[in-house]
């Protein structure tokens, strides 16, 4: 297999992962809200594509989910996925993290990625891979009306930003294969969650006088 | 009247007639937080024109709303005619409710047959139809800091889901006239909201342990 | 300088004063929830982009702030300023207030001035220079999970339609500057929305009845 195909299938393994994780993610968050089947589709469906319909449509480009039904049968998978991993687990904290940081460091990069076809500012495409990331779970928090984690737990958007910034410096100035590049983002975003955790259980008060002085 | 002129009439009708109830269904809810007439008249253009906006954006098509000035009396018009209709009755609650579904029954019928017109796979048709009805009144609910509604009583998507599969069944697969079709549909999404709201009252607790267990 | 090239940049000005105006209202919101610099960063950049992104998007035009760096340094910029300033002065309202009102003041007018740009009919204009000016503060306290200052003081969007009234008017029927019919629009939306605040001083019982009677 040459080199750009496997690239190409690398790149549709990523936004299929990407897709089914924020689908589990949406669809756990929606049944902890105790949602019939429809409701977890729609919380599933909205987490997974939010993000990267927002960036289609500010690229102008055909909204991805539209051209065929991969990224719906995805969705769909991953809400039964969900549902049926509901029997077995029931933590889904630790559940509904691990599928929430996952997409988050699949979505970021094909944010950068579509930016950096359309010609844009590395700058430019690091904001559109931090909206296409975060904008699905944001949206999936707003319709659930719980804040949304990325405010909640801001590294969230810092998870993204840094590994964003780290796709694009691995791009431009690193030897490294496109495929160890995007596996490093992932883990690094995946990693800095993971801390972001642990370091708020060490300073919950950082939010303490959260709704004090309302303008 | 041949009938494909008939046909584009009914078309009209039931967008206008979609426009007007939302409108009105976003009036009622923005007076009972009691806001100015400015502040009415905007829930009742975002719930009216949310669903159809995002729509044509997915579409890539012009926005509806803004080829003329068809829609935005429309909107006025139904705004105008809830604050009358408020001095006549107070209990919004039923009224809201009825105006809701209606707008929720049209507005997934134009979603899908905008779908169906660019060729889309129907099941694409049938979430472009949800997206079409449910997203307008997601937003007046957001705007208003309320719980979304389709969150609260979730059978509010099912009933889109159902009553848009309905009409896709029996667009391809029934002799039905096409206004027999639409028609049809409204009423099934309008008889499945209101057993939903009885099946709600007979089982409250449904939602009793909502913000348990938050990630 | 000849008179298109002073009315340009003239408009670049405002663009670019709005844009500040609006990331240090946002970046003020976001310290006030005591998030971390990202969290700021990401707050300012929506409130600032939001309207006009919404805009940009409605009327199929390449969005504004993708084509170079500007915008984002701009906000870059904001952000920072708000950092700095909030160490010098911390009555976070009434600051908040003013950049609020400002921005709203001035991102009226270009969604106004691009509106006729495009040919749209004067109220179609109108709404969009609503959206443009409002859009940015919503998606802010959306995400900042607070009841959105236009509904909360709803006389928000009131000076935004009637700002943008005479913005028209001025337009269409007097022999003013362009440079004073964009000045006169400014100080009457700043100059409504501090009488607003104090009217709801004088009337804090206006919401009082809030949440009763939910659908």
């Keep these: 297999m040459e ?21 589990m993610s949406g669809a756990f968050a929606a049944m902890q809200k105790r949602f019939d089947p429809f409701g977890v589709l729609i919380i599933a469906f909205v987490t997974s594509v939010g993000g990267g319909t927002l960036r289609d ?19 769909f998978i991953g809400a039964v996925l969900a549902i049926v991993v509901k029997s077995f687990e029931r933590n889904f904290k630790v559940t509904l993290f691990i599928f929430d940081s996952l997409g988050l460091g699949l979505f970021t990069i094909i944010g950068i990625q579509k930016g950096l076809n359309a010609d844009l500012h590395p700058i430019i495409c690091l904001t559109l891979g931090t909206i296409t990331g975060c904008f699905g ?24 930003i840094v590994g964003g910034s780290l796709f694009l410096l691995l791009t431009y100035y690193s030897s490294f294969s496109y495929m160890l590049v995007q596996i490093s983002t992932i883990v690094l975003i995946v990693v ?3 801390l972001a955790v642990k370091y708020q259980w060490e300073m919950p008060k950082f939010y303490e006088s959260r709704d004090q002085g309302e303008f």
């Excluded at 080199?3 to 689908?23: K, P, R, Y």
């Excluded at 690229?59 to 969705?75: A, E, G, K, Q, S």
């Design 3 to 23: 080199a750009q195909t496997l690239h190409t299938n690398f790149n549709l393994l990523i936004e299929i992962f990407g897709t089914v994780s924020f689908a």
């Design 57 to 75: 449509l500010l690229l102008d480009v055909p909204v991805f989910w539209m051209r065929d039904l991969v990224i719906c049968t995805m969705i």
């Design 137 to 160: 779970g944001i949206t999936r928090d707003l319709f659930l009306n719980r804040i949304p984690l990325i405010f909640r737990k801001e590294i969230y958007a810092t998870a993204c």
């Design 192 to 194: 800095i969650r993971t």
